[in-house]
């Protein structure tokens, strides 16, 4: 009796072991998930290199891949030695939507200084595309996180969430803001 206790409690942490190995889902290497295309990235912030030549290695928050609402594959190490503004949001998220003058002011105000990046997630593509285009979002890059790979990474568990980042890839802000006190918050990370 004693015996098939024990046995039984070693397959139970086995079972954990496995089941916690198969959740594992990359966020922490920030590996791209299956499928990933491998089109080029589009611009960030109106064309801006986020990157130089030359530039040390991607801290870890900036470690990750994702697609981009486009098709084309997008490597967060692109975002390394600028300020960076994720914006995680939903297509049918009404606050979200109107965050979305602020993202757009942010983004023009602030190119090449600070990269601007959009996460949407909690629906499908065909659903962010339109959401994009409704909103005239078009000159920000924006990732279709429909696993939510990109929102586990920063921990984010809900839609209208802004990350702020600082040049060294340091999470500095991570919450909601109002989208017009977006530019504020944004420019002062330069």
């Known amino acids: 009796m004693v015996l098939r206790r024990l046995g039984a409690s070693v397959i139970a942490a086995l079972a954990v072991l496995v089941v916690a190995a198969g959740c594992a889902d990359g966020t922490s290497t920030g590996a791209a998930g299956p499928g990933s ?32 609402v ?12 600028k300020p960076a503004v994720l914006w995680f949001w939903a297509p049918w998220c009404p606050t979200c939507a109107g965050q979305a003058k602020g993202v757009k002011a942010t983004a ?20 962010m595309r339109r959401f994009i285009t409704e909103w005239k979002l ?37 919450g909601v803001l109002r989208g017009d006190d977006l530019p504020g918050r944004a420019a002062a990370l330069t």
């Open 37 to 68: 295309p491998s089109a080029p990235a589009p611009a960030v912030t109106g064309g801006a290199s986020p990157a130089t030549s030359g530039a040390t290695a991607a801290p870890p928050t900036l470690t990750f891949t994702a697609r981009t």
């Open 138 to 174: 078009d000159a920000v890059p924006h990732l279709s996180d429909e696993a939510g790979t990109v929102w586990k990474k920063f921990g984010v568990t809900s839609q209208s969430t802004f990350v702020l980042l600082d040049s060294r890839g340091t999470v500095v802000h991570k």
């Open 70 to 81: 486009g098709g084309g594959e997008f490597n967060g190490a692109t975002l390394a030695g």
């Open 108 to 127: 023009e105000q602030l190119a090449g200084k600070v990269n601007v990046v959009g996460v949407g997630g909690l629906d499908d593509e065909p659903a």
